[in-house]
């Protein structure tokens, strides 16, 4: 029973002390190795913060895995592994001691040898650990060993036992023959049949005799063998059971070996990692042990002891390890370190990120420690100041970074104290420019580090530095003209008035350019460009340097012309502008006239402040403009009366939409071929409620300048197409269009709209246009035209003769009409030049198949001479003042009557 219990221990030393070494060996591993990961992390990073909390992360790892190490030194049960352990721990602490004494701060050159030499320690660490392993692993075979050979010892003293037992009693049979021959009997073949092992033998009971009690007793005695041999069986397969349950839950792959080299024991991990590679266990001797595929090597841990490392067919990496047994055998243990190997790689990929990114940072970047010593420098560094690569290394001291800068030839004209005396006193938190002598500005920024250094960046802000200038002299100043902004010219005006107080005066003149748009739409926007540019240098000829010119926008300008005495200094100041800004211009071969209006603001007198100056003068050159060209009026107190009814008149216009305040009236035409009325020309009224009938020209620039003309045009076009579709079928009806709707991409869809609404005939729908929209975009205009014709519209040209009449546009389209203007028809019988005129215009019209209109008849005179100078049509108020929709057909049969008109003598 001691022996059985011997073997018991053995077996609960395998499974308890072994295989808890083993495991806690594997977590100390894995401590150590989430120590590395955390170092490497905390060797890539700069951030003060960071930094601590990863130290903070290793030194709770640290004593994790110091509490793993010492549980499964504790465990243990060999020299071998205690020694191990001991190798373990000076290999961690070594590791410790080199990342602490100056692995936190390293330059790219010193880094690899760096990691190189902890990488070294590491390897021990991990050799160790899995030395450590092995030996445990060993003993646990050891311990079964042990157990086995002492049941099969017991074992075999209990046969002895019972053989001697047996001779006993054939010698008691033998002397006791004679007298208890039957029984003796009985008990000679239960003593035979114990002997030969058979333990379930039939034993019969024995009298109350002496041979009785011993046939008794050998039952007892077979029952007792019998139990005792079947607890020996139980625990040896309890143990073996045990055991085998701990090999094959390993993670390591175990093979046990002969001395003759076959395989003693194997477990599933094992078979698993041999069955894809069977040259595991190819190699010739233990001294030689060698992998025969690619592998890091093997490398040779103590006299007995050997380790490498293999990759597997599917990418897995192993550590195999062997050691001998006491019996001349060996133990071939498998490690999984596929996982180790890919943290490996991670961490060589992150030290290579690290160096790609401080080699390619835009800025510049020096890493110095307390004591000035250059620990991480990049390739930017050198290319800013100009010093040839590899020259700068880590290890440098401040100052002989500073002498090869100097020896660059960047910092001429500075002595090297003079340098350093500047860098040491800046070497604190904060950033400095530094001028270099090839003109470039470099910003140097400089942040403490935790161990008392610096980090130090620089960048070039050349271009940076004067993107800034420009964008600040483009918020204050006009960027085609180069003049003061509005913004600039408010602060100027603010200096002024500050001035002002002092007893010196000065007025604010606003200039609009006229026919600047003309330009614009005949020569294009470039040579329009050239002009404001031309404008803004002979303004700035005509004033004294104390003076400010500016561009508004656009066409606008605006002078502040200082120490002004009285009216009499501005007015000279504006003629001189006038004179100047009118003479001729040339481009590119195109000469160009131009002109300008000028209102004029005189401080204090017309404002306390920039605005109302501006204002003031703004509302004088809108009157100016009112009054024609080249014109310059002074602000009065009446202008701003005006202005607020301009106001008052565009809300008014607005409501009016809304509140339907417009009516259409008709004027008729009357064909003097035909004798009688052949259409109606179409004109607006607005029915103001406190003003009355306002006539267009009062409201339709304001219309036009606020944004509801399109709207209002539109509206116009379908009134008139409806009313006109209740007419005979042989009174047509004609319509204005402005030259702001004309340019309306709606304009088509509205004239397209209104016919199909009112179901109008398109060729009873006359369109009259200016002069002035065929000067806009004459390409755009041409195109529209023939959109409309295509329409069926017919097209006519109203007061013709005004404005910028050209004739090559009569020749780009085939206009129906020609409306000759009542200027000219005014002057009719009175003026021989306007009768000239208008006889050209008919003759100018007849040779082009178009038909004449006259406009303004306003007596019987005119009438004549329109209809002797070969008119086809004659409209005005000696004929009929305009009407309501309503009274069209009465004026239609007043004029059916005979002689209602007289006819031209």
Known sequence: MQSIKHAGDLVAKTFDESLMSINYARAAAADFSKMRAVASRRLGTLDPQARTSLDRKIDGLESVFYDDLNVAAERSQSPGATDAVTKVRKAASDWASLYDSGGKDLDVNSRAAFVDRLDGYAKTVDQQIDLLINHTAGDGFLFRQRALSAIDRDLHFNLGAIAIALLLSGFVTWLLSRRIIGQVAVASKAARSIAAGELDVNIPRGGADELGTLIAAMSVMRNNIKDMVGREIAQRRSAQARLTDALE?????????????????????????????????????????????????????????????????????????????????????????????????????????????????????????????????????????????????????????????????????????????????????????????????????????????????????????????????????????????????????????????????????????????????TLGHPIGDELLCAVADRLLACVREIDTVARLGGDEFAIIQAGTRDSNDVERLAQRIVECVGQPYEFNGQRVVIGCSIGISLAPFHGANGEKLLKSADLALYRAKAEGSGVWRFFETEMED?????????????????????????????????????????????????????????????????????????????????????????????????????????????????????????????????????????????????????????????????????????????????????????????????????????????????????????????????????????????????????????VICKFERPNIVPWPL
């Open 642 to 890: 005006s202005l607020q009814k301009r106001r008052a008149l565009e809300l008014d216009l607005r409501d009016a939409m809304t509140n339907g305040q417009f009516e259409l009236v008709y004027q008729p035409i009357y064909n003097l071929k035909l004798e009688k009325i052949c259409r109606f020309e179409a004109l607006l009224r607005w029915r103001h409620p406190q003003l009355g009938l306002v006539h267009p020209e009062k409201f339709i620039a304001v219309a036009e300048e606020i944004g509801i003309i399109i709207q209002l045009g539109e509206w116009v076009i379908d009134q008139a197409c409806q009313q006109a579709a209740s007419w005979p079928d042989d009174i047509k009806v004609s319509v204005n269009v402005s030259s702001v709707q004309f340019r309306s991409p709606r304009l088509i869809e509205a004239f397209s709209s209104a016919l199909m609404h009112s179901r109008l005939p398109a060729g009873r729908l006359e369109l009259e246009i200016t002069e002035s929209v065929l000067l806009a975009n004459s390409t755009e205009t041409i195109a529209t035209l023939h959109k409309l014709r295509a329409l069926g519209l017919r097209i006519a040209i109203d007061d013709f003769g005004t404005g910028y009449s050209s004739l090559s546009y009569l020749q780009s389209f085939p206009f129906d009409k020609i409306k000759i203007d009542k200027s000219f028809v005014h002057d009719l019988t009175s003026t021989a030049g306007s009768k000239l005129i208008v006889r050209a215009i008919v003759s100018l019209g007849k040779s082009l198949g178009m038909q004449i209109t006259a406009e303004g008849i306003e007596n019987i005179a005119q009438f004549n001479q329109a209809a002797a100078e070969g008119c086809d049509e004659v409209q005005g108020y000696f004929l009929s003042e305009p009407v309501s929709g309503l009274q069209v057909s009465s």
């Open 249 to 521: 839950n390993s993670r390591e792959g175990v093979v046990l070996l002969h001395p003759d080299g076959k395989i003693a024991l194997a477990n599933s991990r094992s078979s698993e990692f041999l069955a894809s590679a069977p040259e595991l266990l190819r190699f010739d001797s233990l001294d030689t042990f060698k992998i025969a595929f690619p592998s890091t090597g093997p490398a040779l841990l103590a006299n007995d002891d050997l380790t490498g490392e293999a990759c597997l067919p599917d990418g897995r990496w192993l550590r195999v390890s062997r050691s001998k047994t006491q019996e001349g055998g060996e133990i071939v243990v498998f490690s999984d370190i596929t996982a180790l190997k890919s943290q490996e790689e991670q961490l060589y990929e992150t030290n290579r990120r690290l160096d790609a990114a401080l080699d390619n940072m835009s800025q510049g970047l020096c890493l110095y420690d307390n004591d000035g010593c250059l620990q991480v420098v990049n390739r930017r560094f050198c290319e800013i100041f100009r010093i040839p690569p590899g020259h700068v290394r880590a290890g440098m001291q401040f100052d002989a970074v500073v002498k090869l800068s100097i020896m660059a030839g960047t910092h001429a004209g500075q002595t090297f104290d003079e340098l350093v005396e500047t860098s040491i006193s800046r070497s604190e938190i904060g950033s400095h420019f530094q001028k270099l002598d090839d003109g470039r500005t470099i910003r140097i920024d400089r942040r403490s580090t935790s161990d008392g250094g610096w980090l130090e960046t620089c960048e070039d802000v050349t271009e940076q530095q004067r993107a800034e200038t420009q964008i600040a002299f483009l918020a204050r100043h006009d960027a085609l003209t180069h003049l003061p902004n509005r913004l600039l010219l408010a602060e100027r005006i603010e200096q002024a008035i500050a001035q002002a107080g002092r007893g010196a005066g000065f007025s604010v003149l606003c200039l609009d350019l006229d026919n600047f748009k003309q330009v614009n739409d």
